[in-house]
């Protein structure tokens, strides 16, 4: 079993910043994938960012270039952060983050809303 708890997210102005992190404790030996997914009212969720074990990394088009994905690692716990620069109100959905290891494992989900 893995435990995931997120953090950060908020209201932010277009053009200002924002991180969120996931702090993911359990089974973390067999996790080979991490990454955000975010879900704007009435679209399907979307991958946003992914980082793999290999620490290979995946950005949707639209956020290349303005979000950075990385992970560290403390004893029995990795984090992995979503790091939201030049966000635009496009950027607004609940983001959530997600762990493969045996099997699939989602966050409860944080509000981003992007709005001047």
Same mark, same amino acid.
């Given at each position: 079993q893995v435990? $995931?708890?997120e953090s950060g @997210? @908020? $209201?932010?102005q277009p053009g200002g910043s924002l991180k969120l992190s996931c702090q993911v404790s359990g089974d973390i030996l067999n996790i080979y994938f991490m990454g955000w997914y975010r879900q704007a009212p009435g679209k399907q969720r979307e991958e946003v960012a992914s980082i793999t074990s290999n620490s290979r990394t995946k950005y949707e088009d639209s956020v290349k270039g303005r979000f950075t994905i990385s992970r560290s690692r403390d004893n029995a716990q990795i984090t992995v952060t979503l790091q939201m620069n030049s966000l635009k109100p496009e950027d607004t959905a609940v983001?959530?983050?997600n762990v493969r290891a045996t099997r699939q494992y989602w966050g409860q989900g944080t509000q981003v809303t992007v709005s001047s």
């Open positions: 435990q $995931l708890v @997210g @908020g $209201l932010v983001y959530f983050c």
